[in-house]
């Protein structure tokens, strides 16, 4: 069975560009997060969905940050007129149902803002 | 603000000790404890869930909770070099969401 997927690895931007950052979750798990973490820091929350419905999106930055999952499955973290200070690893994780069970994590996305 | 917090370390143990890890939590509403090892430059990897007071034993990790006391440690024995990671204490907070303290890093020297 796959894991979290999520794309690209790596991603290098200006400052000002838009970017988009992709999450394919664990086929069937209910439950999706996103999670900023810079360099020797734990992950920080960014938004959770349950199925489709955004939950909460208290842990993001600023309106510059957009987050969606259309039809409940691959989630979509998109930040607008980037900033030096996005530059971070952006981590997803997914978990099974909407108790409070583990979540797992995909590879995640690092960002640099040049 | 809730907060999750962990020493930093690096905490460093020779080869076939016990590594002690330790975090304390400021929610009391906190129901679900987890441990993550990151290797560096990787993703955060489950190692120990645990939502009840005691101890809970999966290999050569056991996980401890004292809700009364929020503290939650991991307890590593005979460890490894491939042990050497950070390791990231998880709480949940609200809306399921986890809250990690800034990790504690464990060198495991042969």
């Known amino acids: 069975g796959a894991g979290v997927s999520q794309s690209p690895r790596y991603k290098v931007a200006k400052r000002g560009q838009d970017v988009a950052l992709r999450c394919d979750p664990i086929?069937?798990?209910?439950?999706l997060f996103w999670y900023q973490q810079a360099l020797g820091q734990g992950p920080e929350f960014l938004t959770y969905?349950?199925?489709?419905?955004?939950?909460?999106k208290s842990g993001l930055p600023s309106d510059r940050f957009f987050a969606e999952r259309p039809e409940g499955s691959v989630s979509t973290l998109k930040i607008q007129r980037t900033q030096q200070e996005d530059s971070a690893v952006y981590l997803c994780?997914?978990?099974?149902?909407?108790?409070?069970?583990?979540?797992?994590f995909g590879d995640g996305t690092r960002l640099s803002i040049l | 603000q809730k907060e999750v917090e962990q020493n930093s370390g690096p905490l460093s143990v020779p080869e076939g000790a016990i590594a002690s890890l330790n975090c304390t939590y400021s929610?009391?509403?906190?129901?679900?404890f987890f441990w993550y090892r990151q290797y560096s430059g990787k993703s955060p990897e489950l190692i120990m869930s645990?939502?009840?007071?005691g101890d809970k034993e999966d290999g050569r990790f056991t996980a401890q909770l004292n809700k009364a006391s929020q503290y939650v440690s991991l307890l590593i024995r005979d460890s490894q070099p491939s042990d050497s990671a950070t390791y990231l204490c998880?709480?949940?907070?609200?809306?399921?969401?986890?809250?990690f303290g800034t990790g504690t890093r464990l060198q495991v020297f042969p």
């Open positions: 994780a997914s978990s099974p149902n909407y108790s409070n069970q583990p979540q797992h």
């Open positions: 086929s069937g798990h209910v439950s």
């Open positions: 969905f349950q199925n489709e419905a955004q939950l909460d």
């Open positions: 929610d009391r509403g906190s129901q679900s």
């Open positions: 645990i939502y009840s007071n």
């Open positions: 998880a709480v949940n907070g609200d809306t399921d969401k986890l809250i």
